[in-house]
């Protein structure tokens, strides 16, 4: 069917990244607000990385006839600011995941 209506088969492509992006961001807002113990800008630049995701991915719904090179665009800009995050986190030693670890032990014991 791709073959026959390949506009179609972009189109669904670029509509499941685009969700995919939203519950990206949002996962990452919400990770940061649960994660305690972080600094603030390590839960900062998380919510700010979820933020952009989620502008970027309603920009990418709300603009069909560019979204193409719209999400281009997008998934390379949330790619480095994640990048970026990921080594600020590195370099300052802490990591989201073993908060998240440490958060849960709280929670269970």
Known sequence: MVVIFPGYGVATLIWFVAFGLMIYGIGRIVLALRTQGDTWGTRG???AVGVLAVILSILVLALPGVSLLTLLVI???VLVVGGAEALVSGIIGRTWLGN???AAKKEFQ
Request: net charge positive.
């Open 45 to 47: 630049s998380m919510v």
């Open 100 to 102: 998240l670890v440490r």
């Open 75 to 77: 998934l390379s800009v």
